[in-house]
């Protein structure tokens, strides 16, 4: 199949584009942010497409805050290939190529060549409700973050006697209304949830899973349909559990460096939190989790890194959950269920 790899590098306002032809990366300019800027850049991919008699177009962009979303979902709709690679290993690749300038111009052409050299895999669109859970989830996240510092300030205010009580109020009326703010998003989430019956039933099957709760739970929905969307569903449980950061790193050399294994931590921090949360949890109950917890301690390994591979281990039975769409079923491990809790 003949491809035709476009490069963007995208700004709040414009987007510089890059096509990859002949053996080289060429311009295609300067293009607005907005319907009219993706209109008249997609007549100009097009007008390429057919010059090199591609058959498919496959767009490689470099995430930048959110910028690039919009031409994202354009390029979907007019049923374009879609990457985005994670922005580490794109800029050791452009290192390695000797891309030492950094403008728009040059990292549009580079994100053509990096296409065309690598082909990464594109990556599917998530479902437009776990789109609309993930920002619901992320404002709960910030709201709750505020919250806390309010919060913070209020019993710092309350233990000085001399403080006016305009500032005060303000502080309670602050917290008030961030509690509000909260509540409706919290409302948001659950008629989201309820209404749409493919979360409703992601949601049941995963908190049958032995450290997912309540709390974790929606988090790690969207978790698991974000990487389900990067590989196209055909992710394996090994890469889930390096693209969250729970992959073990050795530091062995030779015959004189051996350090000790840690967690490579390259992931997304609060999403190992929030499963090292729900193993801390989860090893207290009656249950598969807690036999396999009590198995590592038998064997000397210190809690901590015991808890550290209980949260992988509910990651990859949420891997499995989220694939098969059936509940967890504990009968499936003989060997943990045979052993006394």
Known sequence: MNTLYIGTDISQTSFVGAAWCDGKAQLFGTYANDDAGFAAFSERVE????????TTVHLILEPTGGYELKLA?????????????NPRQLRQWAQGMNFRTKTDQVDAKML??????????????????????????RRRQDLEKTLRMERNRLANAQVHPDLPTTVLRNIEQTIGLLETQHQAIEQAIDHLVKGDATLRQQKRDL????????????????????????TQGKGTAKQLTAFLGLDVQFGDSGTSVHKRPVISKQGDRAGRTLLYMGALGGVRGHNVLRIFYQLLLSRGKAKKLALVACARKILTWAWAVFGSNTPFDPARFPHLTALPI
């Open 47 to 54: 007008q390429v497409r057919q010059t090199s008699q591609a």
């Open 73 to 85: 979902l354009y390029a979907y709709g007019v049923g374009w290939l879609v990457s985005k690679p």
């Open 112 to 137: 053509a060549e990096y296409g065309f050299r690598n082909q990464p895999a594109p990556q599917a669109l998530m479902a437009r409700a776990v789109r609309e859970l993930d920002y619901l989830l």
């Open 207 to 230: 908190l049958s899973i032995p450290g997912v709760g309540p709390k974790n739970v929606l988090p790690l929905l969207v978790l698991l349909a974000r990487f389900h969307a990067l």
